[in-house]
């Protein structure tokens, strides 16, 4: 079944607004997911393309790794090869234009372990053949909290405390940068003081911070804003003083946030929502200045929360107070020039 409800979706209903307003999306994922540790789940070229054309003028996105179709055999390092293999495929069709106006996955972000080290090498060259005009670099997870309530990717051999120290992960990082290729960075807010000394490390490496930082505010973060917001702040500002890290400004939707608007009778519009998200994202524009922001989609996770019109609707509504030039880097340009999009 597709991922997202939108039949409650649907409840909530408004016009799209400045619909002409270009816009190069740089964050969603394509899953198939039919495992045991969840219902069988849908998001691919055909649920995306009815998001993107609810009214907005979505001219590009940019595909971030999920974990979705890995390779079945092979050596464990070089399955993530398939999930790429598989996006370059549905990147093809939409830029065959049957689709839509819209190019689909026209950047590719993948997985490579950066543990490995520097036999991290060869993967990223594969990575490389499998798609070697959209991919553009990779996302190492590293979310990690002490607290059992709060997700992270540990389970999956995937993150650990302080692995943004581990002198094999900063070998195989610098063989990204070395070889020109991205890193998203998604992880929780505690350990953004971590990624500013990471960043330093590297100011060659082109770091892409996901989601405004990992902002917790469930589980042992709840009810205490007052300490976690200026905690996030103060190792946001911290990460804002490395020129080579960008920023994506969304992933609230996420339960995680505390925000609370996936339990709602009728979904969220976007004059609320607006409300809600200017404190965080203009705290981060103004640290990392329009050149290094942008607006993202994060769906179909942050589907539970609100539709794709509602959430660009609140992202224009937002930016009103920004002029016309800090809009377009905002919404499109930064986007392009992270990824390497020239339309």
Not at 76 to 98: H, N, R
Not at 162 to 172: A, C, T
Not at 249 to 260: A, D, E, I, N, S
Not at 280 to 308: A, H, T, W
Request: with cysteine.
């Amino acid at each position: 079944m597709p991922y997202g409800n939108n039949d409650w979706l649907a409840l909530t209903s408004e016009p799209t607004l400045e619909p002409k307003l270009p816009i190069c999306d740089p964050h969603h994922h394509f899953w198939d997911l039919r495992t045991v540790r969840m219902p069988y789940q849908r998001y691919l070229l055909h649920e995306l393309v009815s998001d993107i054309d609810s009214g907005h003028n979505v001219t590009s996105t940019v595909f971030i790794e999920a974990g979705a179709m890995y390779k079945a055999d092979g050596p464990d390092e070089m399955k993530p090869v398939g999930e790429v293999e598989f996006v370059q495929g549905l990147s093809a069709a939409s830029a065959s234009g049957l689709y839509g106006e819209s190019r689909a996955a026209a950047s590719i972000i993948g997985h490579a372990n950066l543990l490995l080290g520097d036999r991290v090498r060869p993967v990223l060259e594969s990575l490389l053949l499998a798609s070697p005009s959209r991919f553009k670099g990779i996302r190492h997870s590293v979310t990690w909290d002490p607290h059992p309530e709060i997700e992270n990717k540990a389970a999956r051999g995937r993150a650990k405390q302080n692995q943004l120290s581990d002198p094999e992960f900063r070998k195989g990082a610098k063989i990204l940068s070395d070889m020109g290729l991205s890193l998203e960075a998604w992880l929780f807010f505690p350990q953004l003081t971590e990624l500013a000394e990471f960043a330093k490390s590297l100011p060659d490496l082109k770091i892409i911070l996901n989601h405004v930082g990992g902002l917790l505010r469930i589980g042992p973060y709840a009810g205490n804003d007052s300490e976690i917001i200026e905690k996030w702040k103060t190792g946001l500002a911290a990460v804002a003083e490395c020129p080579n890290v960008f920023i994506k400004l969304g992933g609230l939707g996420m339960p995680q946030t505390g925000f609370g608007w996936d339990t709602r009778e009728t979904p969220i519009g976007s004059e609320e929502l607006a409300k809600d998200m200017a404190p965080f994202l203009d705290y981060c524009i103004d640290q990392f200045g329009p050149s290094r922001s942008m607006f993202e989609s994060n769906f179909p996770v942050d589907k539970v929360s609100f539709s794709y019109n509602v959430l660009y609707n609140a992202f224009k509504i937002l930016s009103r107070k920004y002029n016309s030039n800090e809009r377009a880097q905002m919404f499109k340009d930064t986007a392009c020039s992270v990824y390497g999009i020239d339309f």
